[in-house]
């Protein structure tokens, strides 16, 4: 069925809006479509697919449209909304728009410029090419230039895997196993899970792979004291909670009270009652101080750059710049060296981000290893073989989505002395 002439123009207004990268691209959509409710689902997922196809794929369209008629934005749109729907979806193009898209349709975009083709700023894929290699490089671009899939987490507090598979079945959804996370599943395409008794009752939540791993791998136990240092809206907290049998006690500590507020439903929901959310004004907090070496297990998702995430949020490839980086990575030693106050002798400390920059990860932890002789690096091979989970990793944890399928993720344990 033919889309309406509107689609093009609703399209082009809130991509002009995006790409002024002043905001995150889903809450600008969020806010463009609650203030345009005539737009109905479909076409709301269409200008989404759009967008997102996109940003994932500026450098190559910005290049296309260099040749063709019209205003620029408008040959943007124009092939976002081809390569979401075809061109034969759409109303209001002209014969000798269709004509330009047929020829930019046959183009072979694997013999277009290493940078182009990566679709990467180019301080980025100079950074990635110095440190991997072309090639890695090439094919990271690649994963991270698709949707990513749908995971699941399935909450044992209320469900076994089992249970959701064929709960999932009978709506009709089809998952699977993933090969890593013990409670993850994958869906097959993108169905609405909001409606879903499983989703309600809180037996399954929306988490990738890898950041579910990266709860796994804080080895939390029954009864003991567990802090989550950089909690958000809690995706990692309610994971870790599961995971200690909804026993002990488990802190979420978050300076951004909006985000501790979304974590409160979700809680409520999954049934936990050792989740405890605790706002701090910064990470020196007396609230911190108050724990100082009486925790068992820390877990500080620092916050980063997000570049491990562009499948999901490719406009912040184009929002992220080197200054900024540099500017967080003091802030993230910071954060590490007063999480380890709180963890007690013989406890853990876990340092992760979704990214896959040296300055992010492993140059962190030496600094903080260079500054605290109290604590070594537990090799993650050890880690992982503690948790039985079938990785095959070095010191560290690192995730790449064209190699494991998740997000892009890293990952240290480090252990205090006794």
Same mark, same amino acid.
Request: hydrophobic share 40%.
């Given at each position: 069925?033919?889309?309406?002439?509107?689609?093009?123009?609703?399209?082009?207004?809130?991509?002009?809006?995006?790409?002024?990268?002043?905001?995150?691209?889903?809450?600008?959509?969020?806010?463009?479509?609650?203030?345009?409710?005539?737009?109905?689902?479909?076409?709301?997922?269409?200008?989404?697919?759009?967008?997102?196809?996109?940003?994932?794929?500026?450098?190559?369209?910005?290049?296309?449209?260099?040749?063709?008629?019209?205003?620029?934005?408008?040959?943007?749109?124009?092939?976002?909304?081809?390569?979401?729907?075809?061109?034969?979806?759409?109303?209001?193009?002209?014969?000798?728009?269709?004509?330009?898209?047929?020829?930019?349709?046959?183009?072979?975009?694997?013999?277009?410029?290493?940078?182009?083709?990566?679709?990467? &700023?180019?301080? %980025?894929?100079?950074?990635? #090419?110095?440190?991997?290699? =072309?090639?890695?490089?090439?094919? *990271? /671009? @690649? +994963?991270?230039?698709?949707?990513? &899939?749908?995971? %699941?987490?399935?909450?044992? #507090?209320?469900?076994?895997? =089992?249970?959701?598979?064929?709960? *999932? /079945? @009978? +709506?009709?959804?089809?998952?699977? &196993?993933?090969?890593?996370?013990?409670?993850?599943?994958?869906?097959?395409?993108?169905?609405?899970?909001?409606? *879903?008794?499983?989703?309600?009752?809180?037996?399954?939540?929306?988490?990738?792979?890898?950041s579910q791993l990266l709860a796994q791998i804080v080895g939390a136990k029954r009864s003991e004291m567990v802090v989550d240092f950089c909690a958000g809206a809690g995706g990692k907290t309610l994971a870790l909670g599961a995971i200690m049998?909804?026993?002990?006690?488990?802190?979420?500590?978050?300076?951004?009270?909006?985000?501790?507020?979304?974590?409160?439903?979700?809680?409520?929901?999954?049934?936990?009652?050792?989740?405890?959310?605790?706002?701090?004004?910064?990470?020196?907090?007396?609230?911190?101080?108050?724990?100082?070496?009486?925790?068992?297990?820390?877990?500080?998702?620092?916050?980063?750059?997000?570049?491990?995430?562009?499948?999901?949020?490719?406009?912040?490839?184009?929002?992220?710049?080197?200054?900024?980086?540099?500017?967080?990575?003091?802030?993230?030693?910071?954060?590490?060296?007063?999480?380890?106050?709180?963890?007690?002798?013989?406890?853990?400390?876990?340092?992760?981000?979704?990214?896959?920059?040296?300055?992010?990860?492993?140059?962190?932890?030496?600094?903080?290893?260079?500054?605290?002789?109290?604590?070594?690096?537990?090799?993650?091979?050890?880690?992982?073989?503690?948790?039985?989970?079938?990785?095959?990793?070095?010191?560290?944890?690192?995730?790449?989505?064209?190699?494991?399928?998740?997000?892009?993720?890293?990952?240290?344990?480090?252990?205090?002395?006794?």
């Amino acid at each position: 069925m033919r889309l309406p002439p509107a689609i093009i123009p609703h399209t082009e207004e809130v991509l002009r809006e995006i790409l002024r990268f002043t905001a995150p691209a889903d809450s600008t959509l969020s806010r463009y479509f609650r203030e345009h409710p005539k737009l109905g689902s479909r076409e709301r997922g269409v200008i989404a697919e759009a967008i997102y196809g996109l940003l994932r794929n500026k450098a190559v369209y910005t290049n296309f449209t260099e040749s063709g008629v019209g205003a620029i934005m408008r040959r943007m749109t124009l092939l976002g909304l081809t390569d979401a729907v075809g061109a034969d979806s759409l109303g209001g193009v002209s014969e000798e728009e269709l004509e330009w898209l047929s020829r930019i349709g046959q183009i072979d975009r694997e013999q277009l410029p290493p940078l182009m083709r990566s679709n990467l &700023p180019q301080w %980025l894929f100079d950074k990635l #090419v110095a440190r991997h290699g =072309e090639e890695f490089v090439l094919k *990271l /671009a @690649a +994963a991270l230039n698709q949707p990513a &899939p749908l995971d %699941l987490r399935v909450n044992t #507090v209320k469900a076994t895997r =089992e249970d959701v598979i064929t709960a *999932l /079945a @009978a +709506a009709p959804i089809l998952c699977e &196993p993933t090969p890593y996370a013990q409670n993850c599943l994958r869906v097959v395409k993108k169905p609405s899970l909001q409606n *879903l008794p499983s989703f309600k009752e809180g037996a399954i939540e929306v988490q990738d792979e890898g950041s579910q791993l990266l709860a796994q791998i804080v080895g939390a136990k029954r009864s003991e004291m567990v802090v989550d240092f950089c909690a958000g809206a809690g995706g990692k907290t309610l994971a870790l909670g599961a995971i200690m049998r909804n026993t002990g006690r488990l802190y979420a500590f978050d300076i951004s009270e909006k985000r501790l507020a979304k974590l409160k439903p979700r809680v409520a929901r999954s049934g936990l009652s050792n989740v405890h959310p605790v706002l701090i004004a910064h990470e020196n907090d007396a609230k911190v101080k108050r724990l100082a070496g009486k925790v068992d297990r820390v877990l500080v998702d620092a916050p980063c750059s997000g570049l491990g995430t562009l499948r999901r949020n490719p406009d912040v490839k184009w929002r992220q710049l080197p200054e900024a980086i540099a500017e967080m990575n003091v802030k993230q030693l910071s954060i590490l060296s007063s999480a380890a106050r709180l963890v007690k002798g013989g406890g853990r400390l876990v340092y992760g981000t979704c990214s896959f920059l040296d300055e992010e990860n492993e140059d962190i932890v030496t600094a903080f290893l260079a500054n605290h002789p109290d604590f070594s690096l537990v090799p993650m091979s050890q880690v992982l073989e503690e948790q039985k989970i079938p990785l095959e990793m070095g010191d560290y944890l690192k995730l790449m989505p064209h190699v494991h399928q998740t997000d892009g993720f890293f990952a240290a344990v480090l252990e205090r002395k006794k």
